[in-house]
């Protein structure tokens, strides 16, 4: 992507979150959900999609503006949003037009990309998170369709989603080649969610619990083939973790700016805490780490484009950004010294969102397994 097609990208970003999110984000945060009108309105902006067929409703343009969206988002410190938007925009969407058939994408895409239909993907269970194959929530065909049975859990945009991708045993003997994805209409009998889950941070991003009795499926809510689930699943993890780097990166960003503002500002012992040792070294070593961090990370979006970014480089990508987002934003904050600790002070709010993202769309110590393991010849 050129810098003229950036600028233009980040500028209509940039105004639209000025507009549509800032002056109402703390209530969003207050009341634990982003309400359905913003969703509209970045659909009416042509954010949402970005870089989904125009065949379907959406821009066509570079996955690199996805990802511009998410960072800017977070530099803002619209965590939970960031989060919400890189499930329904980033992960949702990107499965449905990769995977989908014409009928599933004719359905669905051009709704979500005006954002009149949220979605979210449910993996994760109360007792099987990141072993993905030890699942128990099982669909079983029966003459006209799918019997859909289970729970899901930390599901986010679980509350609003009107459609949700869940994975599912379709052969419960078969272990990971036994999973499939399954297109789930919310409004159908049978689906119900749980009460919102209440989080240390991120709020505005709603969390649940859903789960699914007796829920029956047509033929055509298979998403891809049976059996393939695991497979799709490792096939799109890359440009999830595409999107958390997005976001770690825009947050040390947002992080770093609010420090600078206020160590500039405060003094201590009769001079700025700016002028401290201490300070100039924390904020070198973070701008240092900053900068080598967003040039793995637009590396990983080029091999994306090239359809070469492999497993274990966004199992890097994803350890390396989320855990240096919480050590930056850990060291930010410390120099805010007691206001840091405030919610008066939006540092606080960067910390508390920061703290999931070394968690979901696998945690720190599966992406180092899946390094582990490419170095030593095994697989997942």
């Not at 994760?124 to 799918?146: N, Y």
């Not at 859990?153 to 009107?162: H, K, R, S």
């Not at 419960?172 to 999973?179: E, F, R, T």
């Not at 709603?206 to 059996?227: H, I, R, S, V, Y």
Request: glycine share 10%.
């Amino acid at each position: 992507m050129d810098e003229q097609t950036h600028m233009l990208f980040h500028t209509m970003i940039t105004r639209c979150l000025a507009q549509e999110v800032a002056p109402f984000y703390q209530q969003w945060e207050d009341a634990g959900e982003i309400p359905r009108s913003l969703w509209k309105a970045l659909g009416a902006a042509g954010l949402l999609g970005i870089d989904l067929d125009e065949a379907y409703g959406g821009s066509g343009a570079d996955i690199a503006v996805t990802q511009l969206a998410l960072e800017e988002m977070s530099r803002q410190g619209f965590g939970g949003l960031a989060s919400a938007y890189n499930i329904h925009a980033n992960i949702v969407m990107p499965y449905v037009q990769n995977l989908g058939s014409p009928e599933q994408k004719e359905t669905w895409l051009p709704r979500m990309a005006q954002g009149d239909c949220l979605g979210a993907i449910a993996m994760s269970e109360p007792h099987a998170g990141s072993d993905l194959a030890a699942m128990k929530t099982r669909a079983t065909r029966i003459d006209d369709g799918w019997l859909l049975n289970g729970s899901k859990l930390f599901i986010t945009n679980g509350q609003v989603a009107d459609l949700v991708i869940v994975c599912a045993k379709t052969d419960p003997n078969a272990g990971a080649k036994g999973v499939s994805l399954f297109l789930v209409d919310t409004t159908l009998p049978g689906f119900s969610r749980g009460k919102p889950i209440k989080k240390i941070g991120q709020h505005a991003s709603d969390t649940a619990e859903l789960a699914f009795d007796q829920l029956k499926l047509p033929a055509n809510a298979l998403l891809g083939e049976e059996g393939e689930g695991f497979r799709y699943l490792m096939q799109e993890l890359p440009r999830e973790r595409l999107g958390v780097g997005a976001q770690a990166l825009g947050a040390i960003e947002g992080a770093l700016a609010l420090t600078l503002e206020y160590v500039t500002q405060r003094e201590a012992f009769g001079q700025r805490i700016a002028d401290f040792q201490n300070t100039r070294f924390t904020l070198a070593q973070i701008k240092a780490q900053l900068e080598m961090a967003r040039a793995y990370f637009e590396q990983c979006v080029e091999r994306y484009r090239q359809g070469t970014m492999s497993s274990t480089d966004a199992a890097i990508l994803k350890l390396q950004l989320s855990e240096l987002q919480c050590h930056a934003i850990d060291r930010c904050l410390q120099l805010f010294g007691g206001y840091g600790y405030t919610q008066e002070y939006p540092i606080s709010r960067f910390y508390l969102d920061a703290r999931v993202q070394t968690i979901y769309a696998g945690s720190s110590e599966i992406m180092k397994e899946v390094i582990a393991r490419s170095l030593l010849g095994k697989t997942l």
